[in-house]
């Protein structure tokens, strides 16, 4: 797959991702937030929760769940950057904080073959 192709096909799979997040109930607060750390694919709030949410996908899981590619780096990442928006959104400090991850297998045209929501998929790592 080219760059351009990628980047679609991550479009794609975010698209995916909010439309199943909205019909489980969650309001999205912000998608692709970044600050100079990294950036969140989408913050949203779930049942008066700050949701940060992950969004993986794959063509297959041959190799790999697309959930099983968000190892101990990127957690501590995300933990991170959770802190960091915290910081700017003093607001959301006294609310629970967690984090999900929407794991999605598509084929090469972007079709859905599985999505996942995976709330509370990983402890915060300070």
């Known amino acids: 797959m080219s760059?351009?192709?990628?980047r679609a096909y991550g479009r794609r799979a975010e698209r995916a991702a909010r439309w199943r997040l909205f019909w489980r109930g969650y309001r999205i607060l912000a998608r692709n937030w970044s600050?100079?750390?990294g950036e969140v694919d989408i913050?949203?709030?779930?049942?008066?929760?700050l949701v940060f949410v992950e969004v993986k996908a794959r063509t297959?899981?041959?190799v790999a769940r697309p959930e099983d590619q968000?190892?101990?780096?990127?957690?501590r990442k995300l933990s991170r950057l959770l802190d960091i928006f915290l910081l700017q959104h003093p607001a959301w400090r006294q609310k629970v904080c967690r984090f999900d991850i929407v794991a999605l297998v598509m084929d090469e045209s972007g079709r859905v073959r599985r999505c996942e929501v995976l709330?509370?998929?990983?402890?915060?790592?300070?």
């Open 70 to 75: 968000v190892g101990p780096a990127k957690r």
């Open 35 to 37: 600050c100079d750390l």
């Open 60 to 62: 297959s899981e041959a």
């Open 119 to 126: 709330e509370n998929a990983f402890p915060y790592v300070p």
């Open 43 to 49: 913050i949203a709030r779930h049942r008066d929760e």
């Open 3 to 6: 760059g351009h192709d990628r």
